[in-house]
């Protein structure tokens, strides 16, 4: 999936879920108790939500390896309850489960065969699809986004411009999260001096920034903070 980038190699997705472990490990149980970035999700929510995403995609790939491909969650209800059933788990199940779920992730993702990477795999039955080589640029950005979601200390300030890049570009794209966008506009990372174009038809504006701060929008967080439009206010971005 062309618009669909992921790291060439595994050190970025390495060292992005490295820096997500020791955040998570420096957490007290107070802490992960606290609200989060996301509405109405704890830490503990959000990391629970990284751990079974690395299980879902483990079992993407070992499915499509084996010529049986299963959907990421048998449903959306079963993949609600069960972080919140891993909340409820407490905090040393979900910190041994973390570390097991991107322990298998990363020994899935290392020995999936790539003749197999255009194989189409539903998000839920019935729902939408994706090809499963695009799990490791989904993993990539599950764990940076939802790393500055836990509102721990680590930001989307702190990404690595080759994620930034890399997300911008799929955020952007027609065949990337499917959301409405309200109008067609332009965005400009200066930091990367790339452009992307957004919605259906020719710009009516221009939004210039960082790459980072201009995919912390994109996704629907935050309220644009550094970013400059060329004529009133920012377009309206519905959430990731």
């Known amino acids: 999936m062309a618009t669909d980038p992921a790291p060439s190699d595994f050190t970025l ?25 996301l509405p109405g999700w704890s830490r503990a929510h959000v990391v629970a939500h990284l751990a079974l995403n690395a299980e879902a995609l483990e079992r993407v790939l070992n499915g499509v390896a ?24 407490g905090s040393g199940e979900l910190r041994s489960r973390t570390l097991q779920a991107v322990r298998l992730f990363t020994d899935a993702a290392r020995a999936f065969p790539q003749d197999r990477a255009d ?20 993993r990539w950005r599950e764990v940076e986004i939802h790393h500055a979601d836990l509102d721990a200390g680590y930001s989307f300030a702190d990404w690595p411009l080759a994620f930034s890049v890399a997300a911008a570009e799929v955020l952007t794209s027609p065949d990337g999260p499917p959301r409405a966008w309200p109008s067609p506009f332009e965005v400009q990372a200066r930091d990367a001096g790339r452009s992307w174009r957004v919605g259906d038809g020719e710009p009516r504006q221009v939004v210039s920034g ?31």
């Open 210 to 240: 960082d790459a980072a701060p201009l995919v912390w929008w994109l996704s629907g967080r935050g309220e644009g903070v550094g970013l400059q439009t060329d004529q009133g206010e920012l377009p309206e971005v519905p959430r990731w």
């Open 66 to 89: 084996a010529n049986d491909p299963v959907p990421m969650y048998p449903s959306q209800q079963r993949r609600d309850g069960d972080i919140g059933d891993l909340v409820e788990a």
């Open 119 to 138: 194989v189409r795999v539903e998000r839920v039955p019935g729902g939408t699809s994706f090809p499963a080589g695009a799990a490791l640029g989904m």
């Open 13 to 37: 997705l390495s060292e992005a879920t490295q820096r997500l472990v020791r955040t998570v490990d420096g957490l007290t149980d107070d802490r992960l108790a606290e609200p989060s970035g």
